[in-house]
């Protein structure tokens, strides 16, 4: 074969794929995967926030209860919604997100948690489907906490800060959201007496997730090439920061009546539990037995919490 023929050849010859970059969209919080979208990112962001849920769930009363996240799955809003009900639903604007964030619970958690909060124990008396103005109130709160604890869910993924526009059991309330749109759905299920099987859900509308498509995510500090000398040293100081450690030995209650014909050198009677919580900067971190050590009043640690992920 004459040279002319093989260079003939080899132009008629299908030029070779380029490598691609392996998986470029990696730090991206979208990625595609069998011709349908995948959110990897998110998965992180669901065991930051069923931690932050817990801890939530425990400030308001409930100390014993974990948090179990389950598989993340896509349902369109009008199966979900259905799957839901009866529920109380929270819609969020949370830019950079080109479309809603939701969430949804079961109103009989609701019911039970307002109960706890004021002193009881959560046991539901009667299902009701109207609110009353308080538990209006303590809906619209709890609305406002979860948004603050999903914010710090995202932090090191992406800058959001959802803000409450919507509580409503009546989910055709929820505008900008149609039937037919599809849902990216986190579930999280309470363990633990009185809330046992109580579920909490996010929905992520697929088309708000992928607005966000080509932002990229906040980098990882721990591969993002910083000074070993300046690490350190942070780590050092993060070491010597002084938390706020709390114990509540007692909640005594009396009534209204009694509270006020109270004097000075009256006495309210005080029952002591065997075993207290221990908070460490307003979040749940252990359970101890109230002694003495030293002369002094002391707690014991019995059991140190840890989370679903052993955090």
Request: hydrophobic share 50%; net charge negative.
């Amino acid at each position: 074969m004459t040279a002319s023929a093989k260079s003939m050849r080899a132009a008629k010859a299908p030029a070779a794929p380029a490598a691609e970059p392996a998986d470029s969209r990696e730090s991206l919080l979208l990625r595609r995967a069998a011709a349908s979208y995948a959110f990897p990112a998110l998965e992180s962001v669901a065991n930051q926030f069923s931690r932050s849920l817990r801890d939530l769930i425990r400030a308001l009363g409930a100390p014993a209860v974990q948090v179990e996240r389950s598989g993340a799955e896509q349902l369109s809003f009008a199966e979900w919604s259905a799957a839901s009900a009866p529920a109380i639903f929270w819609r969020y604007h949370a830019p950079p997100l080109k479309g809603p964030l939701l969430v949804a619970a079961a109103r009989p958690l609701l019911l039970q948690l307002v109960d706890i909060f004021y002193g009881g124990r959560g046991q539901l008396a009667v299902e009701r489907e109207e609110l009353t103005d308080a538990e209006d109130r303590f809906a619209a709160r709890l609305g406002r906490d979860i948004a603050m604890q999903i914010a710090a869910a995202w932090r090191d993924k992406l800058a959001i800060e959802p803000e409450l526009d919507c509580v409503t059991g009546d989910p055709a309330k929820l505008a900008a959201v149609r039937a037919d749109d599809e849902l990216f759905v986190q579930r999280f299920t309470l363990r633990g007496a009185p809330l046992d099987g109580r579920t909490i859900v996010c929905a992520y509308p697929v088309a708000a997730l992928r607005g966000i498509a080509d932002d990229e995510l906040l980098p990882d500090v721990a591969s993002s090439g910083a000074d070993p000398a300046w690490t350190a040293a942070l780590d050092k100081a993060l070491r010597g920061v002084r938390l706020p450690v709390r114990s509540v030995l007692a909640r005594p209650e009396i009534s209204l009546v009694k509270l006020l014909a109270l004097e000075v050198g009256d006495i309210i009677p005080l029952s002591m539990p065997r075993h207290v919580p221990v908070t460490v900067a307003g979040r749940s971190f252990a359970f101890g037995s109230i002694g003495e050590a030293n002369g002094n009043a002391a707690i014991l640690i019995d059991h140190i919490e840890k989370g679903p992920d052993h955090d």
